[in-house]
T-cell receptor, first 113, second 116 residues
Framework: AQSVTQLDSHVSVSEGTPVLLRCNYS??????LFWYVQHPNKGLQLLLK??????LVKGINGFEAEFKKSETSFHLTKPSAHMSDAAEYFC???????????FGAGTTVTVRA | DVKVTQSSRYLVKRTGEKVFLECVQD?????MFWYRQDPGLGLRLIYF???????EKGDIPEGYSVSREKKERFSLILESASTNQTSMYLC???????????????FGPGTRLTVT
């Protein structure tokens, strides 16, 4: 079965400093992996996705993630946090042979001025 | 701009009431999904539909049913609402193609349901 573990439930950073959100996955095959962001009282928006092409994936708003098969990780980073990055972030893995997704529990990001 | 819309942003219902949550997408997607979102649990799949009139149970279908009479519309039904169904409900849709696992889902804004 496919599953996702987000290692931090809450991350607090200062504006202008790097952001790191950690995600480990388990899968019995080569999965697709996604990061979604949810701003307060909004639906989820796709940040980026990995589908077995380049292991370093660039997304919107300056975010990027690196797929590391040996570590079964898909960590999300941004070099310089902005106040607008305050949101909840979900790491997501595809399930085998169907269209369903498995979601991590989420990481809430707070950005301090 | 792709769009998934949900009929209500906030809903308050009484225990035992029948509740309908509606979702419409304008992307001609074959797949549609209903999730509930609870703090610390992420999103959990309630039901999935891959075509008109076709449905599949997700991870937590108990207490819910669904209806898909038209491709663009997917309804979630709470037959007899209970307080433990107080939650945020999110609808999503996705394309159905050959690269099965690679298609992202597009989400609506959510309906926050409170059952009292």
């Amino acid at each position: 079965a496919q599953s996702v573990t987000q290692l931090d439930s809450h991350v607090s950073v200062s504006e202008g400093t790097p952001v790191l959100l950690r995600c480990n996955y388990s899968s019995s095959y080569s999965p697709s992996l996604f990061w979604y962001v949810q701003h307060p009282n909004k639906g989820l928006q796709l940040l980026l996705k990995y589908t077995s092409a380049a292991t370093l994936v660039k997304g919107i708003n300056g975010f990027e993630a690196e797929f590391k098969k040996s570590e079964t990780s898909f960590h999300l980073t941004k070099p310089s946090a902005h106040m607008s990055d305050a949101a909840e972030y979900f790491c997501v893995v595809s399930r085998s042979n169907d269209y369903k997704l498995s979601f991590g529990a989420g990481t809430t990001v707070t950005v301090r001025a | 701009d792709v769009k998934v819309t949900q009929s209500s942003r906030y809903l308050v219902k009484r225990t035992g009431e029948k509740v309908f949550l509606e979702c419409v997408q304008d992307m001609d997607h074959e797949n549609m999904f209903w999730y509930r979102q609870d703090p610390g649990l992420g999103l959990r799949l309630i039901y999935f539909s891959y075509d008109v009139k076709m449905k599949e149970k997700g991870d937590i279908p108990e207490g819910y049913s669904v209806s898909r009479e038209k491709k663009e519309r997917f309804s979630l039904i709470l037959e007899s609402a209970s307080t433990n169904q107080t939650s945020m409900y999110l609808c999503a849709s996705s394309f159905r193609g050959l690269a099965i696992s690679s298609y992202e889902q597009y989400f609506g804004p959510g309906t926050r349901l409170t059952v009292t």
